[in-house]
Nanobody, 115 residues
Framework: QVQLVESGGGLVQPGGSLRLSCVAS????????MGWFRQAPGKQRELVAA???????NYADSMKGRVTISRDNAKNTVYLEMNSLKVDDTAVYFCKGASFRDSYWGQGTQVTVSS
């Protein structure tokens, strides 16, 4: 059974930083493209950042310069380092793994940016 488990969310002040982690199990992690998405209340889910199985990264324009996605295939983990957080970054952040054949989502972790 495939599982993606996110962690690292929480409450942070504007300008602060967080590091999210997503641990995968039940899948050949190194073969999957991995991504972080977010969904704010009343809004559609949107891409934050992605990293291919080969390590190529892609970032949403709104997040460029403030986030870094990375992966550790030995640990079956993908990370999202977020800096200079804004109130508008408040959302549930989801991890997704995708291959040519299938895709999987995690349950999400809440990030709240507030003073």
């Amino acid at each position: 059974q495939v599982q993606l488990v996110e962690s690292g969310g929480g409450l942070v002040q504007p300008g602060g930083s967080l590091r999210l982690s997503c641990v995968a199990s039940g899948m050949h992690f190194r073969l999957y493209d991995m991504g972080w998405f977010r969904q704010a209340p009343g809004k559609q889910r949107e891409l934050v950042a992605a990293i291919s199985s080969g390590g190529t990264t892609n970032y949403a324009d709104s997040m460029k310069g403030r986030v870094t996605i990375s992966r550790d295939n030995a640990k079956n983990t993908v990370y999202l380092e977020m800096n200079s957080l804004k109130v508008d970054d408040t959302a549930v952040y989801f991890c997704k793994g995708a291959s040519f054949r299938d895709s999987y989502w995690g349950q999400g972790t809440q990030v709240t940016v507030s003073s």
